[in-house]
């Protein structure tokens, strides 16, 4: 099994969104019907692997979780250190803007 990240992100400051700020943060991108079955009505459960935790918590960078749905155009995402426990096997990414 692979662990790791899809992405870094470069961060830029509202106040001044010409300007990058330096600041990067990683991201798991996952697409796809299958992330979308678990679901109540307010937010979707990302079933994760304890490889997956486990790299991610001890990243050097912040780490988001994000989840797209190609018949919707939809993305929700969530910062990883916000698990609901490092034991957890669930990730809840909120339905709300």
Known sequence: ????TNDCIS??????????????IA?????GNSYFKEENSNCFVYRRKKLHASYWLKHSLPIIIIIYNRTSGLAYWKEIKNLQGKG???IYLNKMF
């Not at 991201?27 to 697409?31: D, E, G, N, V, Y």
Request: charged share 10%; aromatic share 4%; no cysteine.
């Open 1 to 4: 099994m692979q662990a790791g």
């Open 11 to 24: 961060i830029k400051l509202l106040s001044q969104s010409t300007i990058p700020s330096g600041r990067l």
């Open 27 to 31: 991201a798991q991108i996952k697409s």
């Open 88 to 90: 957890s096997s669930f």
